[in-house]
């Protein structure tokens, strides 16, 4: 008689427990410090918080309007030095432009008897010239834009100087125009942000963009698939100057007077400075216009926070190296955080 044998019913496999999802705020701090410009932001809310405690005038309406005419001319010159740096070049000569435009603009007015705005245009045309200047230099002659640029910066100050004998002028006024233009107490700094966003629409999702990214990320690959490199190098030398003349002239109407030593090499100096502290690579290849928008705002609160404290202008030369120098490091570390993570 055979044995019953008892045999034990097969155990069932334990179901694999689901991995947890991270909540909602954790997937948004993520994606959140993906983003170029995350550093940068978290540096400038936590610059806001520290002078506001320090100063409970800082967020002030006076001060913000204050704050808001340091950022504003400094950012639209910085969204065209982005364009170049990131092709590979830079210029110089922007801070001149800055101050040779609303001369032109006055000449045009006050000794030609044309309308403001018909002066204004010549101003910019003038500046456009200057970028097709460098650019031919630069791209035809092979010459660094670096020595191109430094040397039509003395050419141009010293054409300035010559035209107005080194004598501020008054803006000239035709009302609604002068508000437009930078009178009105925000206008100038409606006009950098909308500057800010368009360029930043213009580098990302058009062609003009992506081939500016690709000749200063891989010059001889993109000159290859057909990239016409020496157009857009020229193209965004003659940008840049626009927008350097643009900036000058928005800050004569908001002063309402013309001096031919305004900008120079302190505002061009600024906008690369903000642009690099925004995540502008030198190197080419890489970097965002608001980026540079917010790296200029940071060096805007630094200057006007530091002011309402009472700290010496002689100090904010150290403090701006200082906030060159961890912001490239941020950079760099959060680009290699997230190359990391995309591997």
Known sequence: ??????????????????PERPSPWLRLARLFLRQREASIVVVAIALIIYFQLSKPAFLSAQNIRTLSQFVAATAIISAGEVMLLICGEIDLSVGQVYALAPFIMYFAKQEAGLPLIVGLILGLIVCALVGLFNGLITVALRVPSFITTLGTLFLINGLTLTISQGFPVLTPSEGLVDEVLGHASYSEIIWAIAIAIVMQIVLSWTRWGLHTIATGGNLLGASEVGVNVARIKIGNFMLCSVLGGFAGTLEAFRITSIDPQAGGTDIMFLAVAGAVIGGTALTGGLGTIIGAFLGTLVLSILRDGFTLLGVSAFTFDIILGAAILVAMILNVRLRLWREAGRE
Do not use: D, K, R, S
Request: cysteine-free; glycine content about 0%.
């Open 1 to 18: 008689m055979a044995e019953n044998v008892l045999v034990a019913p097969p155990m069932e496999e334990e179901p694999e427990p689901t």
